[in-house]
Every structure is written in structure tokens, then in C-alpha cells.
């Protein structure tokens, strides 16, 4: 494959880490910032939208056949990451097997929690916080103070504080109030500063270490100073990391949970765009499955691709029958010996569905049932007239 790995940490551990396996299994890889390139949306309706490279004062463009996969590593503007992402994928065509949809989901914490909520994961009690509502009845439907307030977005611990007084609460959220930024108030579990990251790939668990707090911390992110230690997990904690990453739609994801003093696991939140420290604590690669993954991801996308070229040579083979059969038709005055025409036809291709543009340019579906179903698209493609 000719992989495109998308990333701004270009000499990162994990752009390292993930060049080296995919060339050791003979795979091309480039690897290219995001905010180096810029989209072109064409007003043709056939397309032709396009992404250009600029470097050195040299803008070339990215052909869709230069790249068979586009792996993303997405983390500083990753909106802007993700637009490219889309843009690379849908409009231009080529496989990614992490949508840029799910990593936008997985950036929001409130998405997260609501996501996997939907799929019966347990979560910290939570609340969304914008500006109304008593701050009161909010923190005691968390479980009261402590609690554990977070902004939406943000990694490695920041933008998260544990707040221990009613009067905190209410300083920290009218400061986000007045600055119109949105917040989640969270129930605060003691876990004695140790939580777990569990690395997902391809609906597997690779890799599990426990992240320890520094002392007088209880964030245990190891950018912020905490310590890694390789761990087990239970089955029940796999179930719901694996649940967790089929939730948000991330087949390769760093999911992190944290363990009550009573045992019980709670799903924190999922990053999309995990770091390879996990390969120091525990001697086990996580880049070698992820490789693996991304090639069963495009000989998957392949063959549908193949199947869909079919279908569309199936449906414009049916067309043209179609639009020869009606020339017939159209020079029968009988309607009788027409309907039975139509009837033919409808025998012919009963239960198919069919693909097609209206007169309009709009996308069109039917499936070929009744003769009515046939005179629809017949109306809505083309006019049939006596002659």
C-alpha cells in the first residue's frame, strides 16, 4: 500500500514507531502536516474537488491515486485536521479506516459520555453546564462536592480541576459563564489517583498500563507527571473498552477508565489520537496490529469498491435497456400492448434496485416491485412520448 499518514507531530514516538511498521511490511509511507494542505471544493457537478500540498513556496496537488490509506494522527486544529480527513476520504476517495467523524466525537468529553451512555457503559454522573439552572441542584445531582469540573475538549489532564467547596464551584463556573465556555460538572470517584489506559484496535485490547498521580495530584496523566506501570484487566473492564471504542466508531483508540474503591469500573472518556508511551511501559508494540488493521481495512474497502463498480455498471446496462425498450414502447399506440411492453420489462429486472439521477442531477433509489415503481423512474429520467 501507499500510505498516507496524516499528522503535525511528524517526529513524534508514534509517527516513528508506526513509519517503521508499515515499512517492514513493505508499505510506501509519506508523511504529511494537515495544516500544509488546503481543499478545493469544484462547482462541477462531477466533482473534480481537489487538496493541494504548499511547501517551499511550491503548491503541488494530491492525486486520489497517489495514496492507497490515509492513517490520521490528528491532535494540535484538529478541526481543521478532520476537514482535511473528509475531505481526503469522501471527496477524493481514498480508504481511512478511522473516520473523521468518531475523532471529532471522541474530543468532545460530553459527546463521549452521551455515546457510550446510549450503549449501557457506566459513566460518571455528569452534567453539562452552560449558564443556567442553580449551581446547588446541579452539584448535588452529581453526588455534591467534591467535584470534578472539565472543558469539553483538551487532553494530558488540562482543562480539569477538582473542586472541594460550594464557593469553588460557583467562582470556576461563573468564570467559564462569562467567558461563554461550556463545561461538564462530574461526579468526583476516589480512586487513590490511578486510572487505566487501555489501547483498542480492530475490536481488540493490545495493551493495558495503570497511570499513577503524582503526590498532591489526582490526575494521573504521565505528561503531568504520573507514573506508568503495566496492568491486567478484568473481562468485564475489556467488554466495556471494546464497547466503548464501538460506541464512538474509533477501531483504534486509548480508552481510559478508572476503578471505584468498591471495584466497580467507570469509562472516563477516549482519545483518538493516543500516545506510544504504552509501548515503553508494557514491550508491547501496539504499531504492528495497527498495521495489520489498516491493511484488512483495505482489502475490505477494495472489495466493496469493486462491488459498487459492478452495481453501477449493472444499473447503466439496466438503463440502456431501459431507455431502448421505451423508444419501443413509444411508438405503440395501443395501451394495451404498451402495459404489456412495460410488464416485460418489469419481469426482467423485479426485486433489483436501482440507482440513478433524476432530470434534476439528484440521487435517486428504487427498488423495481410493481410497474408503478417502474414508471416512476421512467417519470423522473427521462419523457416518453407517442410518435
Known sequence: MKVLLLTESTASDATTSLVKAFKSRNHEVAVIKPSDLHLFVSSNESGLDRVYREGKGIVNRILAH??????????ANLKYGAAILQHL??????????????LLAASDKFRTTQLCSQYGIKTPKTVLYSSGGSVEQLVN??????????????SQGVGVSIL??????????????????????????????KDYRVFVVGGKVVATYMRVAPKGDFRANISGGGTGIKATITKQEEFMCLLAAQAVGLPVSGVDFVRAKTGEPYL???????????????????????VAFCEGEFEKFQH???????????????MDEL???TKKVSRILNPVLKDQYLQNILNQYKGQV???????????SRRLNTLRDLLTVMSQTFQVKNQ
Open 66 to 75: 497517489q495514496f492507497d490509506l490515509i492513517y490520521p494522527r490528528l491532535g
Open 89 to 102: 476520504q469522501h471527496n477524493l476517495g481514498i480508504c481511512s479506516p478511522i473516520p473523521a467523524e468518531a
Open 141 to 154: 445531582k452529581v453526588g455534591g462536592v467534591p467535584v470534578v469540573i472539565k472543558q469539553l475538549s483538551g
Open 164 to 193: 472541594d467547596s460550594m464557593r469553588a464551584v460557583r467562582s470556576t463556573l461563573d468564570s467559564f459563564r462569562k467567558a461563554g465556555v461550556n463545561v461538564l460538572i462530574q461526579e468526583y470517584i476516589d480512586t487513590g489517583g
Open 268 to 290: 472516563v472518556e477516549l482519545n483518538g489520537n493516543p500516545g506510544f508511551f504504552i509501548e515503553k511501559v508494557t514491550g508491547i508494540s501496539v504499531s504492528r496490529p495497527i
Open 304 to 318: 466493496d469498491r469493486k462491488k459498487t463498480g459492478q452495481a453501477r455498471r449493472d444499473t447503466r446496462h439496466l
Open 323 to 325: 431507455m431502448l425498450e
Open 354 to 364: 436501482l440507482d440513478y439521477t433524476d432530470r434534476e442531477g439528484k440521487p435517486q
